[in-house]
């Protein structure tokens, strides 16, 4: 079966988004990741960011440098012609504290769906979650992957903090926090992983086709893996794939 066709979308004279589809895949978005992958290889004049998302990818330009509809037809044709570069995917392994102070909201999240903590644990921990995007705040990872026994809607009274390094639930969606943030998501549990790095090289510890799989910890482990993330140390580890 043929890929839908790509479509331009104009975001006033100095942006445009190619938007592959209407859905959260992972197919629309290798297609996205993969279009962002040729445009960093090609080097397009007048090209001044581009931002991955879900299901499309936004380019901001300079309209001084470069004529946008001209660099926007180039841009949409790559998208429909051209394969990407392979895309790098790692596969995470997290390490959480589920539930209690560390996740306040797993009992009614378990309760919600009739089941017990300790099985919703084992869902959302047996899964594999892929990194569609990162955004909203620095590092702050949207994931794909939830089991559908988990979903749930978003709170209807969001809290105006939450800590850095949240795992939660949203909908369909599952998060990483990477900082203290306000938020409506369903609190499931806490990882001292730090996502977020300024000073190091990369800042960021995700990449979009990334994977990441949760692992249950004791919280009697939290003080001496948070003193080692603090201290800089890597205490998530991964497998290249």
């Known amino acids: 079966m043929e890929p839908t066709p ?21 197919d629309l978005n290798d297609r996205v ?19 991955p998302t879900y299901r499309s990818l936004t380019v901001h330009l300079d309209p001084v ?16 012609h051209k394969v990407g ?10 390490p959480v ?12 999240v378990a309760s919600h769906h009739g089941i017990g903590a300790d ?13 569609f995007m990162l955004g909203f705040l620095p590092g702050f990872a949207y994931l794909g992957g939830l089991d559908p026994r988990l979903a749930l809607p978003r709170r209807v009274n969001p809290r105006s903090i939450t800590p850095a390094g ?31 790095r300024p000073g190091d090289d990369p800042i960021f ?17 939290w003080d001496e893996l948070d003193r080692a993330a603090q201290a800089g140390e890597r205490i998530a580890g991964f497998v290249e794939e």
């Open 6 to 26: 790509a479509k331009l979308l104009w975001n006033g004279d100095t942006a445009f988004t190619v938007e592959f589809g209407e859905s959260i895949n992972g």
């Open 33 to 51: 990741l993969a279009l962002d992958g040729v445009l960093r290889e090609t080097g397009l004049d007048g090209i001044v960011e581009t931002v």
């Open 65 to 80: 440098a470069v004529d946008p509809s001209t660099l926007a037809a180039n841009v949409l044709s790559l998208a429909q």
């Open 85 to 94: 570069p392979a895309i790098r995917s790692r596969t995470w392994r997290i």
């Open 97 to 108: 504290v589920y539930g209690g102070e560390f996740g306040i909201d797993l009992e009614a």
């Open 119 to 131: 099985e919703a644990v084992n869902i959302h921990a047996s899964a594999e979650y892929r990194v």
């Open 166 to 196: 949240t795992i939660s639930i949203g909908g369909a969606q599952a998060l990483v926090a990477s900082i203290a943030a306000p938020s409506g998501w369903h609190l499931l549990g806490r990882t001292p992983v730090r996502t977020f």
């Open 205 to 221: 510890l995700f990449e979009p086709g990334d994977r990441v799989r949760f692992e249950p910890i004791d919280a009697d482990r």
